[in-house]
Structures are given as C-alpha cells and as structure tokens.
C-alpha cells in the first residue's frame, strides 16, 4: 500500500495538470500520508475517536497537489467505514490528538474573523478543502476538493472525518456533526 501515494501523485500530474507534468517555471507543491486508525497514543497518527463509525483498522489516504496557476486540488480515500455511510471530512488547521478538537477549526484561505465560522462566506467549499463522501457497499469512500488557491506560509495540518456531510446553511454552515477519525497531513 505505500506505492499507492507515489502511483497517485504521477497520475493526478499528468491527469489533473496536465502543463504540470512537463517543465514548469511555477513551483508544485505535492503532499501525501496515509495511516491505519488506531486509538490515540502521542505517536499515532491516524486516529479514530468514534470506532463504532471508523473502526480501528480502517485506512486513510490523502493525496494533495498546489501549483499557482492551477490551484490546489486534494484527494481522500478511506476503506474500512461502515458501508452506505455519509460521512464529512475537511482540512484542519492543526494535527490530530487525543481529542478531535485539537485538530482546531477548519483551515480557510480567507479566514473568518468570527469563531467558530458558520458564515457561509467564509464556510464553504471555495474557501476550505472539503472531502464529503459516502461510503460505498464495500466501506470505501473518495472524494476530490479542488479549489483556486494554493498554500502560503499558513497550512493545513490534517484531515478530520466528520459524522454527516457538511451543512451550508447561514448558521450552520461548514458543520459536519462530531469529529469521528483525524489524519495528520503535511500540506
């Protein structure tokens, strides 16, 4: 399974940007992780807060490409979930930990100056990576985020599965329900 992040990255150069994948002035930024969830232990990296909805054991794969004049584009790939399921899933500013909030809110390009941000100015799929997906009858979900931007000095540093799709109400917007599982992602 580790040659899957390398196998992902030289097919989403060439199929996503496909200009990316010839010589090109502007600089590619490409991240990857994958993980098994497993109970929190400081040294874990994949976790699962929720096992009745991501079971230990159950895997992660994340596959992130920025370039300037393509914007960022994020992939998620999990198996192992309980089949039929819609699930939520996001960016987060911060690594996982013992609790789902130490992942900290949503990583937005344009950050809300109200927290928590439920505007949907601020809470949507243009200005954060969302990754919703449902689980399909084998307990595999995918999902895609491409947005028009790329990364700065500030970066996301994981992805949290949430519990529903996420809501874009006024009010609501950007919430997903309970933080279920958490990957550590160097973005």
């Not at 809470?123 to 931007?149: C, M, Q, Y």
Request: with cysteine; net charge neutral.
């Amino acid at each position: 399974m580790r040659l899957l992040p390398a196998l992902a990255a030289a097919a989403a150069l060439t199929a996503f940007f496909p200009s990316v994948a010839s010589a090109s002035t502007s600089p590619v930024h490409v991240a990857t992780a994958h993980g098994t969830f497993t109970a929190y232990a400081p040294s874990a990296h994949a976790v699962t807060y929720r096992p009745d909805l991501v079971p230990v054991g159950a895997r992660a794969h994340v596959f992130s490409l920025s370039a300037a004049h393509a914007g960022t584009s994020t992939t998620l790939v999990v198996t192992g979930l309980r089949p039929g399921r819609a699930y939520g899933a996001h960016a987060h500013a911060q690594p996982c930990g013992a609790t789902g909030d130490a992942a900290g809110p949503h990583f937005q390009h344009v950050p809300d100056p109200v927290k928590p941000s439920t505007d949907p100015a601020y809470a949507n799929p243009r200005n954060e990576i969302w990754l919703d997906f449902t689980a399909d009858r084998l307990g595999t979900g995918f999902a895609r985020s491409t947005v028009d931007w790329t990364f700065d000095a500030r970066r996301p540093r994981s992805v949290v599965v949430h519990e529903t799709h996420t809501h874009t109400d006024p009010g609501h917007a950007g919430t997903a329900g309970a933080r279920l599982a958490c990957l550590d992602v160097d973005f």
